[in-house]
Nanobody, 122 residues
Framework: QVQLVESGGGSVQAGGSLRLSCAAS????????MGWFRQAPDKEREGVAR????????IYADSVKGRFTISRDNAKNTVYLQMNSLKPEDTAMYYC???????????????WGQGTQVTVSS
């Protein structure tokens, strides 16, 4: 059974930082690209960062480029999202998921974690 457990969210002021973690289980973690997604109220879920299975290459949405860093530890089955210079528009629920290589298409579209809330005040 696929399990994704996100943590590390919180409330911060603009300009602050947070580090999100996502612990994955139930599938061969190191075989898959991983993505971080976010969903703000009344908006579609969007992919913000993606990392290759070996962790050697990353890609970011334009809105977070230069501020967010995705990384992974395959020994711990965990993916991270370091978020710096946070802005109010980063406020959202954040989720992780294994994704099809080179895309933000979830491998297991029916298996999402509970997410972790990030709230940035101005």
């Amino acid at each position: 059974q696929v399990q994704l457990v996100e943590s590390g969210g919180g409330s911060v002021q603009a300009g602050g930082s947070l580090r999100l973690s996502c612990a994955a289980s139930g599938y061969p973690f190191s075989n898959y690209y991983m993505g971080w997604f976010r969903q703000a109220p009344d908006k579609e879920r969007e992919g913000v960062a993606r990392i290759t299975s070996g962790g050697t290459s990353t890609i970011y949405a334009d809105s977070v480029k230069g501020r967010f860093t995705i990384s992974r530890d395959n020994a711990k089955n965990t993916v991270y999202l370091q978020m710096n210079s946070l802005k109010p528009e980063d406020t959202a629920m954040y989720y992780c998921s294994p994704v099809v290589a080179g895309t933000f298409v979830p491998i297991f579209p029916n298996d999402w974690g509970q997410g972790t809330q990030v709230t940035v005040s101005s």
